[in-house]
């Protein structure tokens, strides 16, 4: 099984600010990563697939990148609504998928 | 609009049955795989499996395997997660997402499994 290490635990930052999430792979998923949002009280929201494509209606402030074992989520001009728990996901060695425990955005 | 709509909140009793339900619209529904993923605040999102409702084929994790079963209904555009055991341990939020990247997801089936 993949194990997905997300870091920090939690961040917090000020509007307008960029938020930094790492992603790490204990093996290699290619490019097969996901990120998700999740609002409290809500289900998850897909924000990027392939490592660094956006779904649709995602902000373009919103980015994607890495490959094989690193991943990164970078979240520039921080808004309020951002606040959210966010978690990768890997597809690339099942089963089973796995994801990562998640990253904590607060807003100062 | 692709939709998926997941049936309501459950209380049971350990060792009761239930079967939870998942709804899929805006789509062709044979055309994409449709997944489970529990929630809890102790173990986070755990992939539980899904299913090709274009044959009924089902991958589960060995997480899972054995305890849950998932099925789907092509008439109904519908895929459902079933237990014929529940456990205290079952209690969770669950959510049907669609895909191998999962999008969209349904908005989730509170489960309860309390004596």
């Known amino acids: 099984e993949i194990v997905l290490t997300q870091s920090p635990a939690t961040l917090s930052l000020s509007p307008g600010e960029t938020a930094t999430l790492s992603c790490r792979a204990s093996?290699?998923?290619?490019?097969?990563l996901a990120w998700y949002q999740q609002k409290p009280g809500q289900a998850p929201r897909l924000l990027i697939y392939?490592?660094?494509i956006r779904a649709t209606g995602i902000p373009a402030r919103f980015s994607g990148s890495g490959s094989g074992t690193e991943f990164t989520l970078t979240i520039s001009s921080l808004q309020s609504e951002d606040l959210a728990v966010y978690y990768c996901q890997q597809y690339n060695n099942w089963p089973p998928w796995t994801f990562g425990q998640g990253t904590k955005v607060e807003i100062k | 609009e692709v939709q998926l709509v997941q049936s309501g909140p459950e209380v049971k009793k350990p060792g009761e049955s239930l079967m939870i339900s998942c709804k899929a619209s805006g789509y062709s529904f044979t055309s994409y795989w449709i997944n489970w993923v529990r929630q809890t605040p102790g173990k986070g999102l755990e992939w539980m499996g899904r299913?090709?409702?274009?044959?009924?084929?089902?991958n589960y994790s060995p997480s899972f395997q054995g305890h849950v079963t998932i099925s789907a209904d092509r008439s109904v555009n519908t895929v459902y997660l079933q237990w014929s055991g529940l456990r205290a341990s079952d209690t969770a939020m669950y959510f049907c997402?669609?895909?191998?990247?999962?999008?969209?997801w349904g908005q989730g089936t509170l489960v309860t499994v309390s004596p």
């Open positions: 299913i090709n409702p274009r044959d009924s084929q089902t």
């Open positions: 392939g490592a660094y």
């Open positions: 093996q290699s998923v290619s490019n097969n």
């Open positions: 997402a669609r895909h191998n990247w999962f999008d969209p």
